[in-house]
């Protein structure tokens, strides 16, 4: 099948389209599907135990996970890696977001593609879902979690 250019800039997502529906099971045993997640704010974190950058924004995402409720914004981490490979990791490293294991499909819907149509995604990458289940922020690489927080806390407070 050969997609055109045009095509796969139209299937990017863009702030303001709706979000891909997802579900997805947790480490903690728990799911999580968009739909159900309708009237809060969802943030995904895209992330990986072996990306400096995601390791180093950690504690950062932390500090500020606590600050909101859970009734009011939901943080999501999906990884590549195995509940086996998170184990350890998250042991000595806490993460207080709810960690989504085997995430391939959930990159999938996520990820943009270049020209060839390969997956063009850095890491970490951070999309957040409004209230309606559009996209209301989206983002990549280092240092990025103080515009995070804030868009985050412009749309708790819009609600």
């Known amino acids: 099948m050969v997609v055109s ?21 947790a480490t ?70 709810h960690i989504l294991p085997n995430s391939f499909g959930l990159l999938l819907q996520y990820a943009d593609r270049d020209r060839d149509g390969n997956l063009d995604m850095g890491f970490p990458a951070y999309f957040v879902i409004d209230q309606k289940g559009n996209l209301a922020y989206r983002s990549s690489g280092w240092d990025r979690t103080n515009e995070l927080y804030s868009k985050i806390t412009r749309l708790v407070s819009v609600d």
């Open 5 to 25: 250019i045009g095509a796969l800039a139209q299937n990017a997502i863009r702030v303001g389209n709706a979000a891909p529906q997802f579900a997805a099971p």
């Open 28 to 97: 903690d045993g728990s799911y999580y599907d968009l739909a159900s997640m309708r009237g809060r704010v969802v943030v995904l974190t895209f992330w990986s135990t072996k990306c400096a950058i995601c390791r180093s924004e950690i504690p950062k995402l932390n500090g500020f996970i606590s600050k909101f409720d859970e009734s009011a914004v939901v943080f999501l981490a999906p990884t590549l890696e195995t509940d086996a490979k998170l184990e350890g990791f998250l042991r000595a490293n806490p993460f207080n977001a």
